[in-house]
């Protein structure tokens, strides 16, 4: 009985008494089998940007193949060994580059470093509460994700190679070993590794939905929420939906390879000889892969929508332009998101009254996309922007997302998908609007963020020269990359030279290399940065960006249980910057109305 | 030596580099900037503003040269009567979410750059305006429903029955090339099962069943000018894609599942030829699905001929059956018990 009652005390009212007796917390406890929210979404931080550069760098090896086809790459041989044959890349290597790439940038990196971070991080602390709901599957939420990542990371090293069947692993490819060798050991692994991060996903977005709609502090109601939060709750909601397709799909899959079942075999005949399997449709799992597939790309851009309006509003030191609209916006891109996966699909036979239906739904998220647009360009209209390291990753961002997103007008439309479908112009769409914009968008919220997480500034300067070098570098790999689209080169191609077709754009291709490997050097400025200014960095202030949601009202460094007294009461919206006639061109959302009567407007006078 | 020497500078680089980063932020200290609050200091916010207003300028200018200078590489060919009206609607679409692209990027840095931090000036407060929302909500969804409209419309006339008249055609995919069957004189294909497939038999034709007896496999697709191909499309081990870039086509071949698309070719390769002014010019089926180590390699060639040419080319063609009789005997002996069994699903799956 007396366990009920400790937990109901610490999670409620008493916390910081409770905190004070527990000083006596071992190194395990506090930092490695944590249960506290900020040291969990550092654990998601540092596995993020490990997997980022893990993943950056099989890119720069595959764009080595593509930007200089003849070359031969003995160089290599060091870290690739057996991969390196004769000075050239294995062909099947390549594949299995391009396949962890994407699933580790995708899922690794852009779903849990992001969501994991900054939902753990952010949530309790703008919406006023001493923790995660559940601090105790927090902490296995981290920790399944890492043995997800060790398998991964192990699947890297097998002589066979990692799954190579591209980041969709579609069957029947990803389910015959003898269709390619990653399809073997290097399957099952990413499977396994692929099951525990849905465990880990479908743990942490429980315990977000619930802290979101539970443990809101007094006056925090859902229309006072900052946008992140908001991000975050429908980021959560649409995972727990779509992510345990993914997982029926997956095990389906583990079904056909050991078990000889045949749910998506039928009629094959391989390595000298027919299988048995009948009966079974390829196009099933395609349907589910992007049932979840669709959603996830929402998955990765929503908490950047939500981190980029909030960052946008502060340095702009502006309202966000149509709060309820984005938050209107939110709410439709995630309906929407779960009725529009087809349009992957719109050239693998699927019955073209289908292909009709998805176009029309697909283009339809044109327009929630494009409103949020033009308010964080309302936003910037007339503001008094302040050029943080953030606030130029949030600028960059909307530009990105422009870019990207427009061209996903064309490729929603399914006669102009015939000829673009799998070319460089998907590539060149999906990386510049959920690959670069989601990574400018996290960028973003780290350089925001830090302060509150080390409780030091990062360097602002060098923060500049790395944001100014990726952003070059972004546009000028995935630039080019329409170009090639346009042309219809296939994607997933070790080289094009065999093709008369193909054979132009070898120098594009090289300047592609050469930027890619420009962006990827310029991350290194940004680890030293991140690095460096945990333990020398300048001396954060409580609030150094003049910001008014509640993480700003903690303590620099805030302990176990966020405010060391009461929770603060929110009386406000977050985003009362320049109000006229208050003192400072900020006022913090715990900042009663009878404290700024100069400065509040008719509607809120009732409130005093 | 030479390593060492590389290592040597690297490493000399990199503490130079360092050593400069300490004195900037030393600097700063001095100076008093880092008791400014972030974000407000006049050379930082200067230098940014400025080199974002550059990057609008001098990024819209190179993206307009190169665009221009890549225009001929970039549009392939065309040959084929869907093919105009795909590629119309794409340039018209581009055309629009260009002309959104400028406006934005534009409004985006510019806005940046004028707005940037000054001291003795106070943001304008302005939360919301609903009839704004409401207006950029409207232009929008009308213009994505002209292009739904549009797109619509291509897609069903694109993806309608094939015409009766049509040369049928089949195209396999297998790791890693295609493999093409022609109907023969009866214009019927004979049924095909991967139970039949052996190394002579790749496609896995039954050869007791009479449709396949003047079916004929060459080694390029040929079809006539101006009259409709349908392509009847499966695999038989992985997904596959075939992929007409002149033709702006594209379908998987999905192992269980066949699929179709037909086109009217329009130029036939010699006008090609003489068109482009490469003599080596040929039409190339290749595969954009991704399908195993040789997925980048799966080219084979398509010809277009005038009609009477591509009479001329099926009448010297020699069904399959007469090239290799020996597969006769052996569907002789095995038909009995494998046929019967199989009929009714093999049925099933020749009917498209």
């Known amino acids: 009985m007396s366990s009920t009652d400790i937990s109901i005390n610490k999670d409620v009212h008493h916390a910081h008494e409770e905190h004070d007796h527990h000083h006596d917390q071992n190194f395990f406890e506090k930092y490695i089998f944590s249960q506290d929210h900020k040291v969990i979404a550092k654990q998601f931080l540092f596995a993020g940007i490990f997997w980022g550069f893990v993943g950056g760098f099989l890119s720069v090896i595959f764009r080595l193949q593509l930007g200089w086809p003849e070359a031969t790459f003995t160089f290599l041989e060091p870290i690739l060994g057996g991969w390196i044959v004769n000075g050239k890349l294995d062909p099947e290597f390549y594949l299995a580059l391009v396949t962890m790439h994407g699933t580790i940038m995708v899922f690794f990196v852009l779903t849990a470093g992001l969501s994991g971070t900054f939902s753990n991080f952010l949530i309790p602390l703008q919406i006023g509460a001493r923790d995660m709901a559940s601090g105790f599957m927090n902490m296995l939420s981290f920790w399944i994700f890492f043995m997800a990542s060790v398998v991964m990371f192990i699947s890297l090293f097998l002589s066979t190679g990692p799954a ?14 003898q269709a390619i060798s990653g399809s073997g050991t290097g399957m099952t692994l990413w499977l396994v590794s692929m099951a525990l991060f849905i465990v880990s996903q479908l743990l942490g977005g429980v315990n977000y939905i619930t802290t979101v709609i539970n443990l809101r502090t007094k006056g925090m109601s859902m229309t006072k929420l900052p946008l992140t939060i908001w991000a975050f709750f429908l980021t959560a909601i649409l995972g727990l939906l779509s992510f345990p397709v993914l997982f029926s799909a997956a095990l389906l899959l583990i079904f056909d390879r050991s078990f000889g079942t045949s749910f998506y075999l039928s009629d094959i005949y391989i390595a000298g000889e027919a299988l048995s399997n009948t009966g079974g449709s390829a196009i099933l799992f395609q349907h589910l892969f992007w049932f979840l597939g669709h959603p996830e790309v929402y998955i990765v851009i929503l908490p950047t929508f939500g981190i980029v309006s909030e960052v946008i509003a502060t340095n702009s030191r502006k309202p966000i332009f149509g709060y309820r609209a984005m938050i209107g916006s939110l709410l439709g891109i995630s309906l929407l998101s779960f009725v529009v996966w087809a349009h992957h699909m719109f050239v693998t036979g699927m019955n073209p009254f289908l292909g009709s239906v998805f176009m029309f739904l697909t283009l339809i998220i044109a327009v929630p996309s494009a409103v949020k647009v033009f308010n964080w360009l309302a936003t910037l ?13 949030a600028i960059a961002f909307v530009s990105l997302f422009i870019s990207g997103g427009l061209t996903g007008i064309i490729l929603g439309n399914s006669s102009l998908d015939i000829m673009l479908h799998d070319t460089y112009f998907v590539i060149a769409h999906f990386h510049l609007v959920m690959g670069a914009a989601a990574f400018f968008g996290m960028f973003c919220g780290i350089y925001h963020w830090f302060p509150k997480m080390f409780g030091r500034m990062m360097d602002e300067k060098l923060g500049y020269v790395h944001f100014w070098f990726t952003f070059l570098s972004a546009y000028l790999v995935f630039m080019p990359m329409h170009y090639l689209g346009i042309a219809g080169f296939p994607r997933r191609y070790y080289s094009w030279t065999g093709f008369n077709a193909f054979n132009m754009f070898a120098d594009m291709n090289s300047f592609i290399s050469i930027a890619a490997i420009l962006g990827f050097t310029a991350q290194i400025i940004f680890l030293f940065n991140f690095v460096y200014s945990i333990f020398k960095g300048r001396r954060a202030t409580a609030n150094p960006w003049h910001s008014n949601t509640l993480e700003w009202t903690t303590p620099v460094n805030p302990g176990h249980g966020n405010w060391p007294g009461e929770i603060p009461t929110v009386y406000r919206w977050p985003y009362d910057y320049s109000k006229p006639g208050a ?22 006078r009732d409130l005093e | 030596m030479i390593t060492f020497a590389i290592g040597l500078s690297i490493v000399l680089l990199l503490v130079i580099l360092f050593l400069m980063f300490r004195i900037g932020t030393l600097a700063s200290i001095f100076r008093g900037s880092s008791q400014r609050a972030a974000g407000t200091t006049k050379t930082s916010n200067k230098v940014n503003g400025v080199l974002l207003l550059l990057f609008l300028i001098v990024g819209g200018v190179v993206f307009a040269w190169s665009f221009s ?34 406006i934005t990027q534009i409004l985006l840095f510019f806005y940046s750059y004028k707005y940037q931090h000054k001291d003795d000036k106070r943001a304008y407060y302005y939360p919301h305006n609903n009839k704004l929302e409401i207006v950029w909500t409207m232009i929008p969804a009308v213009v994505m429903a002209l292009l739904v409209f549009a797109g619509w419309k291509t897609w069903s006339n694109i993806t309608s029955a094939a015409p009766e008249d049509s040369v049928v055609i089949e195209v396999m995919g297998k790791q890693f090339s295609w493999l093409v069957r022609y109907p023969g004189a009866d214009g ?10 052996d190394a002579t038999n790749e496609m896995g034709v039954n050869f007791s069943d009479p449709n396949s007896m003047d079916d004929f496999m060459p080694r390029e697709i040929h079809v006539p000018k101006g009259k409709p191909v349908l392509l009847k499309i499966r695999s038989r081990d992985v997904i596959h894609s075939v992929f007409l870039p002149h033709f702006r086509l594209k379908m998987d071949a999905v192992p269980g599942m066949p699929t179709k698309f037909w086109f009217v070719p329009s130029k036939t390769t010699a006008e090609m030829r003489s068109e482009t002014g490469n003599p080596e010019f040929n039409y190339e089926l290749a595969c954009t699905e991704i ?13 277009v001929d005038e009609p009477e040419e591509y009479e001329e080319w099926m009448a010297a063609q020699s069904p399959f059956i007469e090239q290799n009789p020996q597969l006769l005997t052996k569907f002789a002996t095995d038909s009995k018990n494998q046929v019967v069994l199989e009929k009714s699903a093999e049925e099933v799956k020749t009917e498209l």
Not at chain 1, 164 to 177: D, E, F, I, K, N
Not at chain 2, 291 to 303: D, E, K, N, P, S
Request: charged letters at 10%; aromatic letters at 14%.
């Open chain 1, 164 to 177: 190579g069947g591209g980041w969709t692993v579609y069957p029947p490819l990803s389910a015959l070993p």
């Open chain 2, 188 to 197: 019927k294909l004979g049924e095909a099962n991967v139970q039949y497939i």
């Open chain 2, 291 to 303: 399908c195993g180590r040789g997925h980048f390699a799966m080219r084979y060639i398509l010809v």
């Open chain 1, 381 to 393: 209209w007339r503001g008094n922007i302040r050029f943080t390291a953030a606030m130029m990753f």
């Open chain 1, 583 to 604: 003192v400072e061109d900020y006022i913090p959302q715990h900042v009663p109305f009878s404290q700024t009567q100069s400065s509040n407007l008719p509607h809120e």
């Open chain 2, 69 to 102: 200078d890549s225009w001929d590489q970039m549009n392939q060919p065309l040959a084929s009567v869907h093919g105009a009206w795909t590629d119309e609607l794409f340039w018209i679409t581009m055309v629009v979410i260009g002309i959104v692209f400028v």
